[in-house]
C-alpha cells in the first residue's frame, strides 16, 4: 500500500517561493507518474501539475504554467513541486497522487488517480 506524504508548505507572501515535497513509502513508485493538485476552500479539487515516470515529461494547468515546477527523484521516491511567483489564489491545500497502474501517462483527473496524500497547506497573503 502506497503512502504518501507532502511537506513544505506554509505562509508566504505574494510573488514569494516555496517548494514542497511528496516522499513515498509502503512502495516502489518509481515506475508511475504522479500528480499535485489543490483544493481551495469552497472549490472543488484541481489538477496543478504532473510528470511522467521518467521525469522527462511534465504538464501543468494554465494558471500555473511559467511559475510552477514538477520534479522527481527516483532514487528517493520524492516528488517536488517548486512554486514561484506566488499569488493570493494559489491559496490551497496541496495533495500529490499516485494512479493505480505504472506506466501511465500522467493524467489531469482526479479519478485517475488512486493513492493520495493528506495535503499541505500553502497560504498566500498579498
Known amino acids: 500500500q502506497v503512502q504518501l506524504a507532502e511537506s513544505g508548505g506554509g505562509l508566504v507572501q505574494a510573488g514569494g517561493s516555496l517548494r514542497l515535497s511528496c516522499a513515498a513509502s509502503g512502495g516502489n513508485v518509481q515506475n508511475y507518474a504522479m500528480g499535485w493538485f489543490r483544493q481551495a476552500p469552497g472549490k472543488e479539487r484541481e489538477f496543478v501539475a504532473s510528470?511522467?515516470?521518467?521525469?522527462?515529461?511534465?504538464y501543468y494547468s494554465d494558471s500555473v504554467k511559467g511559475r510552477f515546477t514538477i520534479s522527481r527523484d527516483n532514487a528517493k521516491n520524492i516528488v517536488y513541486l517548486q512554486m514561484n511567483g506566488l499569488k493570493p489564489e494559489d491559496t490551497a491545500v496541496y495533495s500529490c497522487a499516485v494512479p493505480p497502474l505504472p506506466g501511465l501517462v500522467p493524467a489531469h483527473f482526479v479519478g485517475e488517480y488512486q493513492y493520495w496524500g493528506q495535503g499541505t497547506q500553502v497560504t498566500v497573503s498579498s
Open positions: 510528470i511522467s515516470w521518467t521525469g522527462r515529461n511534465s
